[in-house]
């Protein structure tokens, strides 16, 4: 039977354009997704927006518009996602359809039926911006306001309240970290929140009444459900739920400022509806720019459509997810991304692929060249390739997106070092067969690296196949090196990675 693999990202607030933040968590999920499927899973890749709560009523009437019609025109933003950083996500969800309306009121009454639901009075901090309840404790005061820790202010609340009962699963998320290690990922992030669960849960508000802009509560439409509860069932949702479901469990990639609604309250929804727990919540750091908090104010927000406009989406792809490794905060420097383009991707990998193509096409008829008999020298080459192929499959299990990378840029080093001990252009005129040769090993190695890069990179990969005379090859159609056709017709090679001019990028 085929495995299945399932894999999201949050679900944005459509409440201002997609920055840098969702493009990165939707790329990795990306990559991830792309791997899985040339590894032969099945899979389902989900991304979507969140439509409810506060925040949009309050940003639709600052538009003067109504709800709905100011969530129709910015979620199309988010779908352009797609477009800009050439996502293959299999469905983008948003709550306001009503295959989640459905969802969400059916999760909510499986709670309610199960005990794990009642009605109260709520009276305390809650800040729209985050759309999260705080505790005293976790305020500061910044002139006379009190301020949460994402630095919004809080407003002061008191209503009539639905409560999940979220103190009753403290022992049961205890034992669920336990007994599945890598549930919460880094492991840094894991002992936050398991400290976080020891020091005791209180039981959580999950509905308003003074507002109407989210999905009514089965059988009293006075209340509304809390955005999170409603946003957190979309993973469900898009599986088929309340049907049966399809690919579930998940492996959800989060930022590191929403890592609690995904590993704490949802595990514990979860339970409470007598569903599978996710695979796994992986949170991922905070990118700044130039050094500096992402912001308008100091003109350096990064714009996901502007940065792949001027350098390409495979470069950014690659930047992001080589330059910090996954769970680490990282920065976007200009300066950093050109010179990894102009390194890595011009020099290391493209010059490699140009260099020996080329050889091929003057050379050998621009057909794959004739093996003769391996030396040790070529099969340390071949064997590294190999287990450049491993050691991916089990980084991108892993989420390390920057080891899978290193191990692919492995090879592609001991490929330029062969290159120069072997030196196919002396061959040419001293053994033209052995010339033949060395340039066919390279070859071998290089199918791996193009199969390997093609997740982070698709279209540079896709090219570098259509190269090697191999289109379309996937993971799962690997098998042991050498394996190439001699005699394929081959394509004039062309130069895939351009060099970034530094002074006019300047
Ligand atoms: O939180 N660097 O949506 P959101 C990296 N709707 N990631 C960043 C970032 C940055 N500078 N800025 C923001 C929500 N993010 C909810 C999710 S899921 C059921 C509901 C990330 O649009 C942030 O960490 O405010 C979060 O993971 C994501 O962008 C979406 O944030």
């Known amino acids: 039977m085929t495995q299945k693999a399932y894999i999201t990202t949050p679900i944005y607030y459509p409440s201002g354009a997609p920055h ?46 109504t709800p709905q019609d100011y969530v129709d025109d910015m979620s199309t933003q988010f779908r352009a996602l797609t477009d800009i950083m050439n996502l293959s996500n299999d469905d983008f969800i948003r709550t306001t359809e009503p295959r989640h309306h459905k969802a969400a009121q059916a999760i909510w009454q499986k ?45 002061w609340m008191e209503e009539e309240s639905y ?33 976080f669960v020891k020091s005791g849960l209180a039981d959580i508000s999950i509905s308003r009444t003074t507002f109407d802009w989210g999905i009514p509560v089965p059988n009293d439409d006075k209340h509304v459900m809390y955005v999170w509860i409603d946003a957190l069932t979309n993973y469900l949702t898009a599986d088929g739920y309340p049907n049966e479901l399809n690919y579930w469990p998940a492996v959800h990639l989060v930022g590191k400022d929403i890592l609690r609604f995904h590993a704490i309250y949802w595990p514990a929804m ?5 569903i599978d727990t996710p695979r796994k919540v992986f949170a991922h750091g905070w990118w700044t720019s130039e050094g500096k908090k992402m912001s308008k104010s100091f003109g350096n927000v990064v714009d996901p459509k502007e940065i792949t406009e001027e350098f390409g989406i495979d470069a950014v792809r690659y930047f992001m997810l080589r330059e910090v490794p996954f769970g680490n ?16 991707l011009a020099n290391d990998l493209g010059n490699l ?11 050998c008829d621009g057909k794959t060249p004739a093996l003769g008999t391996l030396s040790n020298e070529d099969k340390a080459l071949l064997e590294l390739a190999q287990k450049a192929l491993d050691a991916t499959q089990q980084e991108i299990e892993a989420l390390a997106f920057h080891k899978a990378l290193d191990a692919i840029w492995e090879v592609i080093d001991a490929g330029n070092k062969y290159m120069d001990a072997v030196r196919p252009w002396e061959l040419k005129k001293t053994n033209p067969a ?7 090993v390279l070859m071998e190695s290089f199918q791996i690296i193009a199969v390997l890069v093609t997740p982070f990179m698709p279209e540079s990969g ?29 394509p004039v090679p062309q130069g895939i990675f351009p060099r970034i001019d530094v002074e006019k990028a300047a």
């Open 20 to 65: 840098v933040g969702s493009a990165y968590t939707s790329t990795a999920a990306d990559v991830w997704a792309r791997f899985k499927r040339s590894d032969g899973f099945d899979t389902k890749f989900l991304t979507g927006t969140d439509e409810h709560g506060l925040k949009l009523q309050r940003k639709a009437e600052e538009a003067g518009l």
């Open 111 to 155: 709670l309610a039926q199960n005990g794990y639901i009642y009605k109260d009075t709520y009276s305390g901090w809650y800040c729209v911006s985050d759309e999260a309840y705080y505790d005293e404790s976790e305020l500061t005061e910044q002139d006379g306001k009190k301020i949460a820790p994402s630095g919004h202010p809080v407003e």
């Open 163 to 195: 409560f999940f009962k979220l103190s009753a699963f403290e022992d049961k998320l205890l034992a669920l970290y336990e007994e599945q290690p890598d549930f919460i990922q880094p492991n840094s992030r894991r002992n936050e929140v398991i400290s």
């Open 270 to 274: 979860l339970m409470g509806a007598d």
């Open 329 to 344: 905060d990282g920065d976007f420097s200009r300066e950093r991304m050109i010179n990894r383009i102009n390194t890595e």
């Open 353 to 363: 692929f140009q260099r020996v193509l080329s050889m091929v096409q003057k050379n």
């Open 434 to 440: 052995q010339m033949a040769h060395v340039l066919r």
């Open 462 to 490: 896709e090219k570098l196949l259509s190269q090697l005379g191999i289109s379309g090859t996937c993971i799962s159609d690997l098998s042991a090196l050498p394996n190439l056709k001699e005699g394929t017709e081959l």
